[in-house]
């Protein structure tokens, strides 16, 4: 496993130990197959994220009580607009495929829009990606609050509008976690990968 021991000891004397990087992800235009095959876009981006996330090792790297653990599987955790507009959330399991996952990923977005209460679900793991999805917003940075600032090792990642032009789409993309296990070198590999695997879903928005 990585030795981030040194980075560790270093941020964890920090007050507010997280890096919080936002960037601009560019493309081809993924958007319009998946429309046209009536895929939801953001679908996409979610599958890309825990795909990313799974080939990029630091992504993986979470703390719990002081250790460090490399996790092999993932959930991913994104905001969902319940009823009366309010925030809640969706929690699915990622699978490498893309037919496997949509099926989740739909029905728990439906449970998930006209939940009365917050869904939320107990983190006895640390096998978790946290996503906010900003479809309105070309934000430049972007804040998630945490309940203890030394407990920030789930990487949170933000999703902002979409941006057309010449057969490509890009949008904001923001990555906040524990500096002692990611540095920007790392958050730059999870947008370069995020960028390759929406690029592939291009030809085949199905696959």
Request: net charge neutral; charged share 20%; aromatic share 10%.
């Amino acid at each position: 496993m990585i030795d981030r021991s040194r980075q560790i000891a270093l941020f964890d004397r920090y007050d507010q130990p997280a890096v919080n990087i936002a960037a601009v992800a560019d493309c081809p235009d993924f958007v319009t197959p998946a429309k046209d095959a009536g895929i939801p876009p953001f679908a996409r981006v979610l599958h890309a994220v825990g795909r990313a996330s799974m080939d990029i090792p630091h992504m993986r790297l979470r703390l719990l009580e002081g250790r460090v653990s490399e996790v092999k599987n993932l959930t991913l955790s994104y905001t969902v607009i319940g009823r009366d507009q309010n925030l809640n959330f969706s929690t699915i399991p990622f699978v490498a495929d893309f037919r496997d996952f949509l099926k989740n990923y739909l029905a728990d977005r439906e449970i998930a829009r006209n939940a009365v209460e917050l869904r939320l679900t107990p983190l006895t793991n640390r096998d978790y990606i946290f996503t906010t999805c900003l479809p309105w917003l070309r934000f430049t940075s972007i804040q998630h609050p945490m309940a203890r600032f030394g407990d920030c090792s789930i990487p949170n990642v933000a999703i902002g509008k979409f941006g057309f032009a010449q057969g490509r789409v890009d949008f904001p993309v923001a990555v906040q976690a524990h500096h002692g296990l990611i540095d920007g070198l790392h958050v730059a590999q999870f947008i370069a990968r995020l960028e390759e695997v929406l690029a592939e879903a291009v030809n085949d928005p199905t696959r």
